[in-house]
């Protein structure tokens, strides 16, 4: 097996997983926190999405899907289209309203075939390349793909929970 196929094999667990926890699932469940400052389904789906679509568009030298299909528009978000979760208050958490898992799932789709594209275009050598200088030592394109997909597979797991939780 390729390193590539075994990458794009990986990611596909994303969506399965998360289809899985959000199929079904009213805006008011994916809302619902289980304690006051706890992350809802919707956020936790939303987040894990817009961090992969924002890496795989960074290292792709791409645009990301959120924008360039128009899904920012459709989640009904305010002015800054780059925001991925990442850093938010716990009120900014609350406001994040996903309208529907129908939606969700069309975005987690549309990032998961971008992402299985450019996967399968990968060489062993490419996954060497140096992404981001900010870090000692510097991030490779491996080290990159592989952090978002345990990031993304442990949020996915998390909504799986908070659905269980929410006996949905």
């Given at each position: 097996m390729r390193?590539?196929?075994l990458l794009t094999y990986a990611y596909s667990q994303i969506g399965e997983t998360l289809h899985a926890a959000v199929e079904g699932l009213t805006p008011e469940q994916l809302a619902a926190r289980v304690a006051p400052d706890a992350n809802p389904i919707g956020?936790?789906?939303w987040h894990l999405l817009r961090v992969q679509d924002d890496h795989v568009a960074?290292?792709?030298g791409s645009e990301q899907v959120y924008t360039a299909q128009g899904f920012a528009a459709r989640f009904g978000r305010p002015a800054d289209d780059t925001a991925t979760g990442y850093?938010?208050?716990?009120l900014e958490v609350e406001a994040l309203r996903v309208p529907s898992a129908d939606l969700l799932l069309e975005y987690a789709d549309a990032v998961a075939?971008?992402?299985a594209e450019?996967?399968?275009?990968?060489?062993?050598?490419?996954l060497d390349r140096v992404v981001d200088e900010r870090w000692d030592p510097p991030v490779t394109l491996g080290v990159?793909?592989?952090?978002?997909?345990?990031?993304?597979l442990q949020h996915v797991g998390q909504a799986a929970?908070?659905?269980g939780l929410l006996g949905a």
């Open positions: 390193t590539r196929d956020w936790l789906a960074e290292v792709a850093g938010m208050s716990s075939a971008r992402s450019y996967l399968g275009g990968l060489t062993d050598e490419d990159r793909l592989v952090s978002v997909l345990s990031d993304d929970y908070v659905r």
